[in-house]
């Protein structure tokens, strides 16, 4: 109210869930034209405080003022026409609607009072245009890349009334590193002509690339706010997780013993083994002891690589022993029979089931393994979900706690407590760290090299290079759904860069 | 952050999958204490139970049934519109199987005389009864296969057999309405061992059912496929055998219905028996507090969900409500009942708790 230049005031707001103090008296403010990032870890409360700006939760207290008047927002419609727009994290859209569709959905232009398909088409071409994006807006949606869905979503979240205030949760966590730069170009642009931007991500340089101001949140409460320029990174992260970061520097030395130990042994053979369409044929191997990188970007084929040797779709070619035996019987139960676990990258589609709670989560694939009739008792139950609770730090009231009210690290760490139960030979991970914070990725990244240095083969698959780098013995790159090289020992970003982008080009 | 006791016991009931369904009966109870005198009393006739209450849970045994089943096809994410027909269907091989003759143009005076013989069956009541049950689990396995391996739409799917349905039911006992007369077949449905028998088989068939999801893995695997069956799907779990069990199961609760039903009025009648009744026993489901979209459910709320249907119906005929209203009012009484399970009045029961701690 002082400061004109605030157009967002949120103070001393306060939000309890069941179990759970989600926020305790937080302050934030956020001025026109900026670009505003809160970071921190899962749990921190950045999810909550964006949903009680937005009107899909209300404070239990506190007070939010919007241009110096205070206001109660009431509903999501509410907080529209206040000239808030939000993207969520999780693409709220119809795949099965067209482009044009989904941006212009409840207010398309109608001629006659029906929907004037030309006008709406070329109107929603126009908008993506505004973000330099130029694609047929009469095709699905679901046709197109997440980056792409992405971008609708900001184009529908811009056209909605006069959007002053934009939140952007976790926006480029499906995004590979053009379509990020892309994003930012956009973001850039938008706050040249005035709006303020929410920036929610996991990712550090992303914030210090592109934010002008940084809040920090850890569990529910508010760190405090710094101006991008003035805090260093390292006391940025220290902050964020309210810890010294010495763990990277214990990780590389767990790699460096574990590297010492890999045997011989191959866990895993494939040869020639793809599928029309999916994935062309490849060797793989993999060893007792190891974990094998997947390094490519986005469409290059981990994916598929990971599901069809987790079985969730059946090769037409090629081989794969398994410890010395053939694979004949392609299913994830099969799979999962053999000791083989598959994290996969979809964690809200094809990883939680968000009604069950944190207990049935945790055991589903082991009993899933032991059929039908064999059921775990409650006691067996407990012990298991309170165990893999404590080894990975998921921060839950209780065993018994839905998943959905999880925040989003803690539920991909169930889905990995759900494969370790298991106790799988064969650890897939796809994109385990996709969302999550640095203190939960560093713990994701130990517990995969500790798991190969108990004689497991994990085959890791990231976006982050970095962590490619930082966690595997051997990498394999992937390009335009084909295996190009593999890289054995030491190997730099560069060069790794280098075979992802492809040589020619 | 102590709370005191009674608000903890309130919370606790008041986010019990139970509490709305129950809270649903006790107010249409309540209306009948207070606009129907007597409709509390129930008299003892040579050591049986009878009054207003106890028919509630005798006719609704039926639909009780139905909701059985239908609970855990509706948990799966699918619906089972058959189970009406394939009421029809047990029925007609149930009478055929206690007396083929009925259908005989001309008969010799000796067998004549068996067709309204109280005491005669052609085959044995357990051949009977095990023999209509098969028939009914094959068609519940017939809806499982297209629902779970051809992946026809759940509602699609059944629709096939909620039409042939009956008119399968009518090729067996060849279009004609078979009266019943082998008296120890009526015990099924209008049975009394100081309560009616009815409720001990619904009683019976809710163990089995709840033995089958809640002592074994079941249960949480169709709350599991019915929630998200990618994730299952990628956990392991065969949500195409699951569907196949959940329907199979289905047109086994549906097969026990037509018995049950067809003792009541002693009559395998092709047309009207089990009419309509899938639509209550999804009614049923829905008032138990399952949801249509699949996944938690409770077995329990669908029974007391037929209860309340049950009890609408006797407490409208109670305060003289004609049968020909009788749709009409109920789907205003629905209406009000669906009402209460809204977000808003969940909120409200909510808030209620949170005072009461404060």
Not at chain 1, 34 to 41: K, T
Not at chain 2, 21 to 32: E, N, T, Y
Not at chain 2, 153 to 163: F, R
Not at chain 2, 273 to 295: C, F, N, P, R, Y
Request: charged share 20%.
């Amino acid at each position: 109210m002082s400061d004109s230049d605030h157009i967002v005031e949120m103070q001393g707001i306060d939000k309890a869930f069941p179990g759970v103090q989600a926020l305790s008296r937080v302050d934030f403010s956020l001025n026109r034209g900026e670009i505003h990032a809160i970071v921190g870890e899962n749990g921190a409360g950045k999810s909550t405080l964006i949903k009680v700006l937005t009107g899909v939760e209300k404070q239990d207290a506190g007070m939010i003022t919007i241009d110096g008047r205070e206001v109660a927002i009431k509903s999501p419609i509410h907080a529209q026409k206040l000239g808030i727009s939000t993207v969520y994290q999780e693409i709220n859209l119809c795949p099965n609607l067209t482009v044009a569709e989904n941006i212009l959905i409840g207010r398309e232009p109608r001629r006659l009072g029906s929907v004037n398909w030309k006008a709406m088409n070329a109107y929603a071409k126009e908008v993506l245009q505004r973000l330099d994006i130029d694609i047929d807006v009469t095709q699905t949606l679901g046709s197109y890349s997440v980056a792409i869905q992405q971008m609708a979503a900001i184009a529908r979240a811009l056209e909605i009334s006069s959007a002053r205030i934009l939140i952007l949760d976790e926006p480029t966590s499906s995004l590979d590193t053009r379509e990020t730069e892309q994003l930012f170009g956009v973001m850039r642009k938008l706050k040249s002509e005035g709006m303020a931007i929410i920036f929610i991500t996991h990712f550090i340089d992303q914030v210090y690339e592109v934010s002008d101001h940084i809040t920090v949140l850890r569990n529910g409460s508010l760190v405090g706010t710094y101006e991008t320029a003035s805090i260093p990174r390292l006391e940025l992260i220290a902050r964020m997780i309210g810890r010294q970061l010495t763990e990277f520097d214990e990780m590389s030395q767990i790699k460096l013993e574990s590297s010492r130990q890999i045997r011989g042994e191959a866990l895993l053979e494939a040869k020639g083994f793809g599928l029309t369409g999916s994935i062309e044929p490849l060797d793989l191997e993999l060893h007792a002891g190891e974990v094998l990188g997947f390094a490519g970007l986005l469409g290059s084929g981990r994916t598929e690589v990971a599901q069809l040797l987790f079985g969730i779709e059946k090769p037409d070619s090629g081989l794969v022993k398994l410890a010395g035996g053939l694979v004949k019987r392609f299913s994830p139960l099969a799979s999962i029979s053999r000791g083989v676990a598959l994290c996969p990258e979809d964690r809200k589609e094809a990883g939680i089931v968000d009604d069950l709670t944190v207990r049935e989560n945790i055991i589903l694939a082991l009993q899933a393994s032991r059929g039908w009739f064999k059921y775990l008792r409650m006691q067996q139950q407990y012990e298991i979900a309170n165990r893999y609770i404590e080894l990975l730090n998921i921060a839950t009231p209780s065993a018994d706690q839905p998943v959905k009210n999880l925040s989003g690290g803690n539920q991909q760490k169930v889905i990995l407590a759900r494969w370790l139960a298991t106790n799988p030979q064969i650890l897939i991970l796809d994109e385990p760290t996709k969302g999550i914070d640095v203190g939960a990725k560093a713990e994701i990244q130990k517990l995969v090299l500790s798991l190969a240095e108990e004689g497991k083969a994990c085959l890791f698959i990231s976006s982050e290079l970095e962590e490619v780098l930082r966690t595997s013995h051997r990498i394999v790159v992937l390009r335009d759904r084909e295996k190009v090289t593999e890289f054995t020992g030491e190997v730099d970003e560069h060069t790794l860069m280098q075979s992802m982008a492809g040589g020619g080009s | 952050m102590r709370q005191s006791r009674s608000s903890f016991t309130w919370r606790k009931v008041s986010e019990s999958k139970l509490f709305f369904p129950v809270a649903a009966l006790a107010l249409i109870l309540l209306f009948d204490l207070i606009l129907v005198p007597g409709f509390f009393t129930i008299q003892t006739r040579e050591g049986n139970l009878y009054g207003s209450l106890i028919d509630i849970v005798r006719n609704g045994s039926t639909v009780a049934l139905l909701a059985i089943g239908m609970t855990l096809v509706i948990a799966t994410g699918g619906v089972d519109l058959s189970v009406g027909a394939v009421m029809a269907i047990a029925a007609s091989v149930a009478a055929i199987l206690m007396n083929p003759y009925v259908l005989a143009k001309e008969l010799p005076p000796h067998l004549m005389k068996l067709i309204n013989d109280p005491t005669f069956t052609w085959q044995p009541l357990w051949i009977v009864i095990l023999v209509a049950l098969f028939v009914a689990i094959v068609c519940g396995l017939w809806n499982g296969l297209l629902v779970a391996y051809v992946r026809i739409q759940p509602m699609v799917a059944t629709l096939i057999l909620m039409t042939a349905g009956r008119g399968i039911a009518q090729l067996i006992t060849n279009g004609v309405r078979i009266q019943i007369f082998y008296e120890p077949y009526a015990f099924i449905g209008q049975g009394w061992i100081v309560l009616p028998f009815s409720l001990y088989i619904v009683a019976f068939v809710y163990a089995i059912a709840w033995i089958l999801t809640r002592k074994t893995a079941i249960g949480l695997f169709i709350e599991s496929v019915g929630i998200n069956f990618r994730s299952s799907f990628f956990s392991g779990i065969e949500e195409k055998k699951i569907k196949l069990l959940a329907y199979t199961f289905c047109g086994f609760c549906a097969g026990i219905a037509g018995l049950v039903a067809s003792s009541n009025i002693k009559t395998s009648d092709a047309f009207n028996i089990g009419l309509t009744l899938e639509l209550d026993a999804i009614l049923a489901v829905v008032i138990g507090g399952t949801l249509m979209s699949g996944g938690r459910f409770s077995l329990l709320g669908s029974i007391i969900g037929a209860w309340v249907i049950q009890a609408i119906t006797i407490s409208m005929y109670a305060v003289g409500v004609p049968a020909f209203a009788l749709q009409a009012i109920k789907g205003v009484v629905v209406i009000l009942l669906i009402l209460l399970y809204s977000e808003q009045v969940r909120g409200f029961v909510r808030r209620i708790g949170a005072q009461k701690e404060a």
